[in-house]
């Protein structure tokens, strides 16, 4: 079980749903950012070292995820502003 995230900007940037795992850390699904793609993806927890499912480049994984009220947004893989932000889509198994 974990949760969709989606993350969006301002500029028009949308990473589409992201399945984040919760629960079992290492079976899971961690946000990341590629810097080649300029993209925000879900990556497996349990693969070492995370790469890329799409360039198979090195990815940095995100350890805030700026969800819900208060949030403070993210710096943003397309435009560099922080004003990233992500919000919840619902749940998956
Ligand atoms: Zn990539
Ligand atoms: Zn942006």
Not at 15 to 39: K, T
Not at 56 to 74: K, N, S
Request: hydrophobic fraction near 40%.
């Amino acid at each position: 079980m974990g949760a969709i995230i989606r993350a969006q900007c301002s500029c028009g940037y949308d990473s589409g749903a992201l399945p984040e795992g919760v629960g079992f850390a290492r079976r899971g699904n961690l946000i990341a950012r590629c810097i080649q793609c300029r993209d925000i993806i879900a990556v497996r927890a349990d693969t070492s070292p995370m790469r890329c499912h799409q360039c198979q480049g090195p990815v940095v994984i995100l350890d805030r995820v700026p969800i819900g009220e208060g949030a403070v947004p993210i710096e943003c893989p397309r435009c560099s502003e922080m004003t990233l932000t992500c919000a919840a889509e619902g749940m998956w198994d």
